[in-house]
């Protein structure tokens, strides 16, 4: 009997999942006529992408069925908020705020545009003007006196970009009192303290938009905010999120000042807006780079969960007209995102995208977010005021310096200098990686996320999503230790020494133990990463590391093991990729670890990790290749090993490739 029930019950699961995924199936984003002869990558023209911004708007007004409805969408399960019914009125604000990036370009070009049967402009005006009311459930009270920076100003300042962008429609028609009303409540957020990083823009879009409308407002906080902005700056188009780099803190910064020297900042303030169109036009040297040869980003840092929203600067890019741009590769990398989640069959769930990556992942997503949260991605839709005759949707489309400059069997490293950012392009699969800023205590993240997984990667792949760590010890590109208290702790206090040579050096230590403390240096290869690490801990050291992880597709994960020159060689493959880890010093064992949970494309996933338990306070070598090829391929012995060591002595190791039998020197001493 028992036997029977779980055969039935494994029946009805199979097939209410076979169901599930039908229906994710239907209702992925679908390309209505494509062009490849203007976008012979991905078919997407200017019309694709109002198709896609429609797409993501019907799916939020599924839920809009007259004028009061809120745009409030089912709460995904977890840590994202509302926990508490004070969090509803924000909650409520966000959804409205965040939707209308999508809503404003359209309606910029088609007031009349009706969805669900309701007048998708009258809906946005009656809302805007329902925040000032006090009788309304969705009313926003006036900022107190003395009241600090909250989620409230982070909604107003996008509110004021859409009606900076479009104010004939959402503003204008307004009666004088509503706005006047409106005026009072946002000024009292714009005109107050901010946070030290992009949310001084949120202020900053307030003070101009009723500038713009003729209202009084604090001009000296104004240009106090924008000229502490542009202190934020650190070169090649980065700017620092205060203490974060990410793709937020690249995208959202030139997106903002962008927008405003183009919409306001030119006509008040011609000398601040001069600078951040400056610092704009160097984005165009690098961060294309962050992104796969087949337009796909990384997932990397917080607020992956407005995935699209990344791609912005390349579309914003048109209002520079800029001949040095090549304007075909920057949308073919944008499109390549809009379809990479897009059609993603997890993407969607109750007709609005998941917090996570491609679908619901908990350990991606920050406590500040709701599920309104995820149309920040909208802001990409921002790109929709570039006119349809500009260049960056008449070029055509191409993959840029993956077609004309990368060369099979070469690896291409640029670092970003002050950032102390290194993007990295690997040509022979199409992947760009990335390593930069982490050092965040556990203790001191009271947000709970600039201190894991989401930051303390020794790298980021576009190839490889990141897998959170397991209780286990099952770790995934990173050492961890076991620490004092019998845990698994993942190192994150990463200190920068260097970039030389074509090699990465970092310094780290544990946090709960100062004592145990590595030099690291990693070395892009042409098929993978080569790392060399020192352990200076003056302390016996249990520990793990791992190389990405793969997930479960289609089959199941192979493995495969064997010996070449003395050295044992493990292969995981998963029909897409195969992964190969090699230790060369130091390690004592290496293990397989099959995981549940804890990957962002599958519940099942696999990753090798190498094992060593030191016996002695003794400083000592870990040299380990971690390599990658596509599914199919066979490996060459000269792949799998394209480096030995040839000498090591104090802090110096010699490094010589195999192929032309050159040499790197690992200085940790320097």
Known sequence: MNKFRILFLAAISSISLSAQQKENKANVFELQNPDYKISPQTGMTKQHWKDAALYLLEGAFSYIHKLDDPMQFPKQEGKSYPSNPNQVPTEKLEGLCRTLFIASPLLKENPDLVINNIKVADYYRYQIAKLADPQSPTYIEPRAKNAGPNQKLVEFGALSLSLLTNADVLWKPLPQNQKDDLAKIMISYGDGPTVDSNWKFFNIFVLSFFKEQGYTVNEKLLVEYLEKSLKHYRGNGWYNDSPAFDYYSMWAFQMYGNIWSEFFGKKYYPEIAAKFMSNFSDLKNNYPYLFSKDGEMIMWGRSISYRIGAVVPFPLMGF???????????????????????????????????????????????????????????????????????????????NGDWDTTFKKDEVYNKYQGDSQILITDYPNIGASEVRAWCHEKVKDDWQKFRSTENYNRLSYNSAFLWQADGQNGEVAMNYVVKNNKEQWEAFRLFTFKKFENGIYYRNVVLETDENIKFSLADIPLANGILRVDKNNSDKAVSMRLGHYALPKLDKEIVTTKKNIAGHEVTIIDNGKYQLAMIPLLGWDKTEVVKAKGLHPQSNESAVINVLSDTKSNKTKIYATLMLWKKSGENWKKEELLPVKIVDQENDVVTIQFINDGSKKLIDFDK
């Open 320 to 398: 520079q007209n800029d001949p040095d741009i090549n304007y075909g590769w920057m949308r073919r990398i944008a499109s390549g995102v809009i379809k990479q989640f897009l059609t993603h069959p997890d993407f969607m769930k109750d007709n609005v995208p998941t917090l996570g990556f491609y679908g619901e992942f908990e350990p991606a997503v920050q406590n500040y977010s709701c599920r309104g949260s995820v149309y920040w991605m909208g802001k990409i839709f921002m790109g929709l005021l570039v006119p349809d005759n500009n260049t960056f949707w008449t070029a055509k489309e191409n």
